[in-house]
């Protein structure tokens, strides 16, 4: 079974960038679809974009598409997600997910505890 544990999360100004990190353990990641969500105040939890278990496919929602990057590092079992010209709409918990299904639509059968990210203006 795998454990995830996100990290990287802050306070930025609009404009900036900023580097999520999901770092596995009990198992690599990529025996899994990973996928990163968020979740802002008052609505429901969105999927960001995934990343294929063979690491060469990448999805992402509309809205972030151009300013959000997936990658993963095998070596360090962790998956990232490269943020730039944040917006403060991006304003959420983000949360990384590994799902047991070969599909970039992730659900998530496993989830980390979510890291907060705030964009001011």
């Known amino acids: 079974q795998i454990q995830l544990v996100e990290s990287g999360g802050g306070l930025v100004q609009a404009g900036d960038s900023l580097r999520l990190s999901c770092t596995a353990s009990?198992?690599?990641?990529?025996?899994?679809?990973m996928g990163w969500f968020r979740q802002a105040p008052g609505k429901e939890r969105e999927l960001v974009g995934s990343?294929?278990?063979?690491?060469?496919?990448?999805w992402y929602a509309d809205s972030v598409k151009g300013r959000f990057t997936i990658s993963g590092d095998d070596a360090r079992n962790t998956v990232y997600l490269q943020m730039n010209d944040l917006k403060p709409e991006d304003t959420a918990v983000y949360f990384c997910?590994?799902?047991?299904?070969?599909?970039?639509?992730?659900?998530?059968?496993?989830w980390g505890q979510g890291t907060q990210v705030t964009v001011s203006t």
């Open positions: 990343l294929s278990r063979n690491g060469l496919t990448t």
């Open positions: 997910a590994a799902d047991s299904r070969n599909s970039y639509q992730v659900i998530g059968d496993f």
């Open positions: 009990g198992r690599a990641f990529s025996f899994y679809t």
